[in-house]
């Protein structure tokens, strides 16, 4: 390691005074303008962490979707999957070092983690279609090259793209060819050989609208469309020429506003989804033919595809073990659906997307979707070997699954959720099934929900257990919450502190017969337990009607007392 070099060119990408950073649930994110230095330093650790792995690592510049102003950066381990924790620790500490504290960080964490100076160093750089993100993957790989490290910058790319170049190049080409054209020609192939399959091909089920959040989701949309026209024709809406990226518009908006993005004309029952800004999360959602506009999130994706990879499986013959992986945000109907009716296990991690693809990596196949729409299926090598083999060896009809089951393996990107790659799964699967996005929603229907930011002087005083599910501090929330809960039907209500924000969320839930506004009720007297848990010491009724001016608690519980249980 050349310290006199690291600290003269870290100098010039300098901390600025006082800046503390955290790398959260998907690594550092802030406005752009603090984050020239995080960059470098991201650079110098991707570099460590390839050469103690003796694999290729990503760094991602990307603030997914967040407003445009914003940028933020992650590393990518081996294999294709999100940095390991401990290493985020070190990659906290090296972000918030002051300049004369950089080399003993540095070398700390070599002699931590065991990494052999003289191993070579390849790292490779993908970045969003921010205004920022040029300059600041330009720092990355000033960190890279500092330390000896080869890179290959592959300049535009969406994230899950990056995801699957890291998992390619380490896999030795097994997985795919690390290449953009390897990526549209892998997915593609695998798509139109699934269409080609479908027995209803009407232009119905050809046709998709595409809410691309002004991101990169469009540029490399259209790069593709060509290669699948064959089996879809998508009309881009939200493509950069003229919207500001996320504004307005894109997954994260649909999904958190429950409304169609702004820029898209919707004519009734057409089929339409929405990418975030760096294209790892999609939602679908359409307007029905009085108008109302209904929404079709991760857990009916999760659904979906849950129940056409198990009805595959019966029709094989073979009982592999399928799991499906859930947060707390789940709708309770999604997770009743698929434990009651498709008879498929249902697992909750804490949020966040290595949460849950670790917990799927435990299946033979394992489906895992976030409400928001992040996810993707994970199918363990055995099964692959096993479907690749009955693909060629059993009779026609088992045959004919097996093939159509090879396919839908290689369409998922395993690597990352991906809104491209799940895209095309769920457009394969409804024409495969001859369903409409309407027959899709019919599936469950979505138990009234809501979710509320709260700002509290200090998020931590909230932690919680069981999958998130449950508040240990401060003492009492939790009974609180639980005495609110038991008053309604079907009703679920948890709160946590925000891994990517300085807010504390609220979700709840109940069975609130049709009416959306009493969930707004039920979350209410909620929103205003925290601020009271938040200043101990207060006792939590007379405080909640002080804090709401008297009124909100008993207006909550009068205006539900008929779907008491
Ligand atoms: C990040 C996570 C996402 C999670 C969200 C929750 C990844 C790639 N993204 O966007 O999975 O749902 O944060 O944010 O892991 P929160 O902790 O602020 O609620
Ligand atoms: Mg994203």
């Given at each position: 390691m050349d310290l006199g070099?690291?600290?003269?060119?870290s100098a010039l990408h300098a901390k600025p005074n006082g800046l503390i950073l955290q790398y959260g649930t998907a690594g550092f994110r802030t406005k752009a303008e603090h984050l020239d230095h995080v960059m470098f330093r991201m650079g110098l650790l991707a570099v460590l962490r390839s050469k103690q792995t003796k694999s290729t690592i990503g760094v991602m510049v990307t603030a997914s979707h967040n407003p445009e102003e914003d940028n933020g950066v992650k590393l990518v381990d081996p294999l294709g999957e999100m940095l390991a924790p401990s290493w985020e620790e070190h990659a906290t500490c090296l972000a918030n070092a002051e300049?004369?504290?950089?080399?003993?960080?540095?070398?700390?964490?070599?002699?931590?983690?065991?990494?052999?100076?003289?191993?070579?160093?390849?790292?490779?750089?993908?970045?969003?279609?921010?205004?920022?993100?040029?300059?600041?993957?330009?720092?990355?790989?000033?960190?890279?090259?500092?330390?000896?490290?080869?890179?290959?910058?592959?300049?535009?790319?969406?994230?899950?793209?990056?995801?699957?170049?890291?998992?390619?190049?380490?896999?030795?080409?097994r997985y795919g060819k690390a290449t953009i054209e390897g990526y549209y020609q892998k997915l593609s192939k695998a798509f139109v050989e699934l269409t080609k399959q479908a027995s209803c091909s009407g232009d119905e089920y050809r046709s998709l609208k595409v809410d691309c959040a002004n991101g990169i989701g469009a540029l490399k949309l259209r790069e593709?469309?060509?290669?699948f026209s064959q089996g879809l024709s998508v009309q881009l809406f939200n493509d950069g020429s003229k919207g500001k990226l996320n504004h307005l518009c894109g997954a994260d908006f649909v999904k958190s506003h429950q409304k169609p993005p702004q820029g898209m004309e919707i004519k009734s029952n057409e089929r339409c989804c929405s990418f975030d800004g760096d294209a790892d999360r999609i939602v679908y959602y359409y307007h029905d033919a009085d108008g109302h506009f209904h929404l079709i999130d991760g857990d009916k994706i999760a659904t979906l595809i849950s129940s056409f990879l198990k009805e595959l499986l019966v029709e094989i013959g073979e009982s592999l073990n399928i799991g499906v992986v859930q947060t707390a945000y789940a709708n309770g109907s999604s997770t009743r659906y698929l434990e009651e009716v498709m008879k498929v296990p249902v697992y909750c991690t804490k949020t966040g997307v290595k949460h849950l693809h670790h917990k799927a990596q435990e299946f033979d196949i394992g489906v895992y979707f976030e409400a928001n729409g992040h996810g993707t299926a994970l199918f363990s090598t055995a099964v692959e070997m096993k479907i690749k083999q009955s693909a060629e060896q059993l009779e026609d009809k088992k045959r004919k699954a097996a093939k159509m089951l090879e396919n839908i393996i290689d369409l998922f990107n395993q690597a990352a959720g991906d809104a491209i790659s799940d895209m095309l799964v769920i457009e394969a699967i409804l024409a495969l099934k001859g369903l409409t996005v309407q027959q899709w929603d019919a599936l469950y229907t979505d138990l009234p929900n809501?979710?509320?930011?709260?700002?509290?002087?200090?998020?931590?005083?909230?932690?919680?257990?069981?999958?998130?599910?449950?508040?240990?501090?401060?003492?009492?929330?939790?009974?609180?919450?639980?005495?609110l809960v038991k008053k309604y039907k079907l009703s679920r209500a948890f709160v946590r502190p925000s891994g990517t924000e300085d807010v504390v969320r609220v979700y709840a839930e109940a069975d609130s017969q049709g009416s959306r506004l009493v969930v707004w009720i039920f979350i209410w007297p909620l929103h205003i337990l925290l601020k009271v848990f938040a200043k101990p010491g207060q006792s939590t009724v007379s405080a909640v009607n002080r804090e709401s001016g008297g009124n909100i608690w008993q207006l909550s519980c009068r205006s539900l007392s008929h779907l008491r249980v």
């Open positions: 070099a690291i600290t003269k060119y300049e004369q504290d950089m080399q003993r960080v540095l070398i700390d964490i070599s002699e931590k983690e065991a990494v052999n100076l003289q191993q070579d160093a390849f790292v490779v750089i993908g970045r969003d279609t921010r205004p920022s993100s040029e300059k600041l993957s330009q720092s990355v790989i000033d960190g890279v090259t500092v330390l000896g490290g080869q890179f290959h910058d592959y300049g535009l790319l969406t994230t899950p793209q990056l995801h699957y170049m890291v998992y390619c190049r380490n896999t030795g080409g593709m469309e060509h290669y809501r979710q509320l930011k709260v700002q509290v002087a200090d998020r931590r005083v909230i932690s919680t257990t069981n999958a998130e599910r449950q508040a240990v501090t401060p003492p009492g929330l939790q009974e609180a919450i639980n005495d």
